[in-house]
C-alpha cells in the first residue's frame, strides 16, 4: 500500500495509494483539506480485505499528483476527477466512492452527477453544500470563527500566512479540528511534503477560492458544479463527529434533509475532524457495514 501509482484521468497525473486486488470493484477515498492520500492508511487495508481495491489518490494540485493545466478548483473540477478516475481505474456500477473533508463535496457531485458509476458513498465531515451553503450566514459567532482559515483564503495574505514558520497554520488546524487527536506529527508531514512548493499550496487554497468565486470555475465542469448541491441518488452514510472544531455538530443538523433517500447520517460520539483517523476501527466498522461488506 505504501508504493504510490501513477493513473492519467481528466488530463492530469493522478499519484495513489491502493490495496486489494486490481480487479475487485473499486473503493475510491478522497482526502481533503489539509490532508493526503495517506490519511486512508487505515481504511485502504480494511477494504481490501474486504474484497475491494482500494484507491486513494492524491487530489489535483496536491504533489504528487499534477498541477491542472487549466487551474480549475472549483468542486465540480474534483467531482469530474473522481467520475475521471472511476473510468481509468477500470471501476464499474459496483464501485463505491468514500470522501472526507473536499473529498465528501467531491463525492456528493460526482454520485449525482454520475449516479450509475456508484453502488453507496460514504461522506465525513463535510455535510451537503446545499444545506451548508443556504444557511451559511446563520451560523453562530463559534462557527464563524472555526471558519476563519475560510475568510483568510480569499485573501492575497493566504500563502504567506501558511508557508510562515513552517506552516505552523496546518500544525493548528489539525490541533483544533482534531482536540483528542495525539498522533498526528506523521499525517502533518504529509501534507507539508504534499504543499511545501508554492504552486501546490496555491492549489489547495484555490478550492476555496473558487467556492466563492465564480469567476474562477471553468465550463468544461459546469454540469459537475451544479451538481454538486443537487441531492442525489446512490444511497450514502454521513459520519461527522461531535467534537470537530473546523465545522460544529450543530451545523449537520440539515444534513439528512439534503442526502439521497435511503441515507443515514451517524454522528460520532468526542471524534473531530479527522474521525477516521481517531477512531479507525469504529470507522472502518461503520464504512464496511455500510457498504454490505460485513454483517
Known sequence: MTQLKYVNANDLEFAYLEAGPADAPLALCLHGFP??????????????????????????????????????YQAGAIASDANALHDALGGDGDAVLIGHDWGAIAAYGA???????????????????????????????????????????????????VAAHDMAL???????????????????????ESLREPANLEAAIGY???????????????????????????????????????????????AKDNLPPGSRVELVEGAGHFLHLERPEAINREILTWLGAVS
Do not use: N
Request: net charge negative.
Open 35 to 72: 490532508d493526503t492520500a495517506h490519511t486512508w492508511r487505515h481504511l485502504l487495508p480494511a477494504l481490501g480485505d474486504a474484497g475491494y481495491h482500494a484507491v486513494a489518490p492524491f487530489l489535483r494540485g496536491y504533489a504528487p499528483t499534477g498541477i491542472p493545466a487549466d487551474g480549475a
Open 208 to 254: 476555496y477560492r473558487a467556492l466563492f468565486d465564480p469567476s474562477r470555475h471553468v465550463e468544461k465542469y459546469a454540469a459537475e458544479q451544479e451538481a454538486i448541491t443537487r441531492t442525489g441518488e446512490r444511497p450514502t452514510l454521513y459520519l461527522h463527529g461531535t467534537a470537530d472544531g473546523c465545522i460544529g455538530a450543530d451545523v449537520v443538523g440539515s
Open 170 to 192: 496546518i500544525d493548528g488546524l489539525w490541533r483544533d479540528w482534531s482536540p483528542g487527536y495525539h498522533h498526528a506529527e506523521q499525517d502533518i508531514a504529509h501534507v507539508k
Open 111 to 161: 454520485t449525482a452527477h454520475a449516479p450509475e458509476r456508484w453502488r453507496r458513498a460514504v461522506t465525513m465531515a463535510v455535510p451537503p453544500l446545499g444545506g451548508v451553503l443556504a444557511d451559511f450566514f446563520d451560523y453562530d459567532y463559534d462557527q464563524f470563527k472555526r471558519s476563519f482559515y475560510i475568510f483568510l483564503f480569499q485573501t492575497p495574505l493566504a500563502e504567506a500566512g
